[in-house]
């Protein structure tokens, strides 16, 4: 179980992974010595799995975001991780019910996603059918988690 002083920590740093040690301790109105101990023993524990850069997609030309759920034969045991070695796939999923896949790719376009379907996806060993679903528009996209007043860790 994650304590409060804790807890206030780790949403802190979902707000902004980059901010100083020295502000978090500020807002924390605890010693920066004390925050960077904990905030390392919760790395240690594997509370705070890593910390990432977030790009902008559109200076990238990545705009298109689709969903394809990609069925694939029972036999097959290394397709996740095949569709996880393709660059433009940012998610992974293998999801309940007929043997299936749920990817996430960001792509220039349709025509760009068009080719990775075919090139690609489909030439995994036991794929037998996709079903894509192009985002028109998205409201939210984040890697944040909803951390309550009580939080329990899994060991």
Do not use: W
């Not at 919760?42 to 790009?55: A, H, P, S, T």
């Not at 940012?90 to 896949?101: K, L, P, R």
């Not at 760009?112 to 409201?139: C, D, F, M, P, W």
């Amino acid at each position: 179980m994650i304590d409060e002083t804790s807890l206030k920590i780790l949403k802190i740093l979902q707000e902004k992974a980059r901010i100083p040690n020295v502000e978090v301790a500020r807002q924390m109105e605890m010693a920066p010595s004390a925050v960077l101990e904990r905030i390392r023993k919760m790395e240690r524990q594997g509370i705070i799995d890593g910390y990432e850069v977030r790009l902008n997609p559109d200076r990238f030309n990545r705009r298109q975001v689709a969903f394809v759920q990609v069925q694939v034969s029972a036999d097959n045991t290394c397709a996740g991780e095949a569709f996880a070695a393709i660059p433009e796939v940012q998610e992974v999923h293998y999801v309940a019910g007929d043997d299936s896949y749920l990817l996430k790719l960001r792509v220039a376009d349709t025509e760009e996603l068009g080719s990775i379907l075919r090139e690609k996806i489909t030439q995994v060993n036991g794929v037998t059918a996709t079903r894509t679903a192009t985002v028109l528009h998205t409201y939210k996209e984040t890697a944040k988690l909803p951390l309550l007043d009580t939080v329990h860790i899994k060991e």
